[in-house]
Structure formats: structure tokens, C-alpha cells
């Protein structure tokens, strides 16, 4: 069963919330509902690799990525790079979940997010009022993926408050896959790094990018991610 933590301390998440428009959140849920999540997003998700190729936005499994030739990996790898060195561009693999979602866990996941506890303790926290609904997908991080800098305003969806849920845990900083964010003129102001069952709050509105995860991390980084809207 997923549950909050029930020692979260509101008051104080919100006044530091409110120097920055971002925060990080430790021990959000109880050990039990953190540990089944933990496991299911290692295991048996069917995670596509989302990547944008000459404007489109594309999803390719990774049983397609392997059965690429040599040659055309290395086109659309150069392609996706050359793309993230103008400051266009990302590589990650995800899954979204919606209210048709099968699985038990995860439908309990998605349903829990969209409930009212926790609309109301990201409502507490950031002082947003109205937030109606969650939007969700898990996110992978391999060696060679990467998010450049942007920001996740969308007014068809009424985003109001982006969220990364970390489920790595002995991440090290020297992999990669940091969250940055940045002032509007690309001033680099803070750093989030990867760890477990810690929930990072932020304005959709912050400047942000997550790093390129090296060749040589041990790890893949996994988080749930996504948005709470005002609809």
C-alpha cells in the first residue's frame, strides 16, 4: 500500500519553497510502498526511448534500438547529439501512466498522485491553489541519455508544478544525470542529485535541464516524473 510519510513537515517545506520556487522533499512515502515501486520500475517496465529526430518526436523500444545496424545507430546517435549541442534535444527512456493503466501497482501509483492527500500537500507546500490532477510517467536514465535545457510550460495542459520522484539510491555525481537549474540568461543556480525517495518540487517555470549520464555509471537512474495541472 502506498502512504505519505506522516512526519513531513509542511510549514517549513513551504517557506523554503518559497525562496526559489524549488525544493527537494526526503522520505516522502512509507518504506513498504517506496520498496514495490523501487522494484517495479527496475524491473519489467516496457520503457520506449523518447528522442526528437529532424523536428519529430519519437518513441522507439529498446528491442528496436538493438536491432539497428551499426551504422544507422551511429547516424541517429550523431543526429540526437548534434541536435543537444545547439541546445535542442533529449534521450531518455519512459513510460507514461494514465487511468487505463493495467497494472495494479501502478494504477494505484496514478491514483494515489491524482488523489487528495496528495494534491493538497503539493497544494500546502507551494502555495498553489486549485491543483486538480497529476500527470505521470516513470523515467529511465542510461549512459548516453540526457535532457537539455528547457522549461515545462504548456498552457494546453494547465502545468502548474513540475515533480521528479527519485527512486536511485548510491547515486554518484561524477555519472551524470544531475537536475540543473538555470536563471533565463542560462546562469547555472542549482543542483539536484539523484537519490531515493525524494520528491523535488519546482515552478514549471525554472530554467531546468537534466545532465548527460556517462559511459561509466554503474547505474541507471530511475524517478517517476511529471506534472501537477491545473485541470
Same mark, same amino acid.
Given at each position: 500500500?502506498?502512504?505519505?510519510?506522516?512526519?513531513?513537515?509542511?510549514?517549513?517545506?513551504?517557506?523554503?519553497?518559497?525562496?526559489?520556487?524549488?525544493?527537494? %522533499?526526503?522520505?516522502?512515502?512509507?518504506?513498504?510502498?517506496?520498496?514495490?515501486?523501487?522494484? &517495479?520500475?527496475?524491473?519489467?517496465?516496457?520503457?520506449?526511448?523518447?528522442?526528437?529526430?529532424?523536428?519529430?518526436?519519437?518513441?522507439?523500444?529498446?528491442?528496436?534500438?538493438?536491432? @539497428?545496424?551499426?551504422?544507422? @545507430?551511429?547516424?541517429?546517435? $550523431?543526429?540526437?547529439?548534434?541536435?543537444?549541442?545547439?541546445?535542442?534535444?533529449?534521450? *531518455?527512456? !519512459?513510460?507514461?501512466?494514465?487511468?487505463?493503466?493495467?497494472?495494479?501497482?501502478?494504477?494505484?501509483?496514478?491514483? *494515489?498522485?491524482?488523489? $487528495?492527500?496528495?494534491? &493538497?500537500?503539493?497544494?500546502?507546500?507551494?502555495?498553489?491553489?486549485?491543483?486538480?490532477?497529476?500527470?505521470?510517467?516513470?523515467?529511465?536514465? %542510461?549512459?548516453?541519455?540526457?535532457?537539455?535545457?528547457?522549461?515545462?510550460?504548456?498552457?494546453?495542459? $494547465?502545468?502548474?508544478?513540475?515533480?521528479?520522484?527519485?527512486?536511485?539510491?548510491?547515486?554518484?555525481?561524477?555519472?551524470?544525470?544531475?537536475?540543473?537549474? *538555470?536563471?533565463?540568461?542560462?546562469?547555472?543556480?542549482?543542483?539536484?542529485?539523484?537519490?531515493?525517495?525524494?520528491?523535488?518540487?519546482?515552478?514549471?517555470?525554472?530554467?531546468?535541464?537534466?545532465?548527460? %549520464?556517462?559511459?561509466?555509471? !554503474?547505474?541507471? !537512474?530511475?524517478?517517476?516524473?511529471?506534472?501537477?495541472?491545473?485541470?
Amino acid at each position: 500500500m502506498i502512504q505519505l510519510n506522516k512526519n513531513i513537515d509542511v510549514v517549513n517545506l513551504h517557506r523554503e519553497y518559497s525562496k526559489n520556487k524549488r525544493i527537494m %522533499v526526503d522520505s516522502v512515502l512509507e518504506f513498504d510502498g517506496f520498496s514495490k515501486i523501487t522494484e &517495479k520500475l527496475k524491473h519489467n517496465i516496457p520503457y520506449l526511448n523518447a528522442y526528437s529526430l529532424n523536428g519529430q518526436y519519437i518513441q522507439s523500444s529498446d528491442d528496436e534500438l538493438k536491432n @539497428m545496424s551499426p551504422n544507422k @545507430m551511429r547516424a541517429l546517435q $550523431q543526429t540526437i547529439y548534434e541536435n543537444a549541442s545547439k541546445g535542442v534535444g533529449f534521450f *531518455y527512456g !519512459r513510460y507514461e501512466i494514465t487511468q487505463n493503466e493495467k497494472d495494479e501497482l501502478l494504477k494505484e501509483l496514478f491514483n *494515489y498522485l491524482n488523489g $487528495q492527500e496528495v494534491l &493538497k500537500l503539493i497544494s500546502d507546500v507551494t502555495g498553489v491553489k486549485g491543483l486538480k490532477s497529476a500527470s505521470v510517467q516513470l523515467t529511465r536514465y %542510461v549512459p548516453g541519455n540526457f535532457l537539455t535545457r528547457h522549461n515545462d510550460v504548456l498552457p494546453t495542459k $494547465q502545468r502548474a508544478i513540475a515533480f521528479v520522484f527519485g527512486f536511485t539510491p548510491q547515486w554518484h555525481p561524477d555519472w551524470g544525470g544531475l537536475l540543473h537549474f *538555470y536563471e533565463m540568461d542560462g546562469k547555472l543556480t542549482e543542483t539536484f542529485m539523484p537519490k531515493s525517495n525524494v520528491l523535488s518540487l519546482f515552478d514549471v517555470q525554472l530554467p531546468h535541464s537534466v545532465s548527460y %549520464v556517462t559511459p561509466f555509471a !554503474r547505474a541507471a !537512474r530511475y524517478s517517476i516524473t511529471g506534472w501537477f495541472n491545473l485541470k
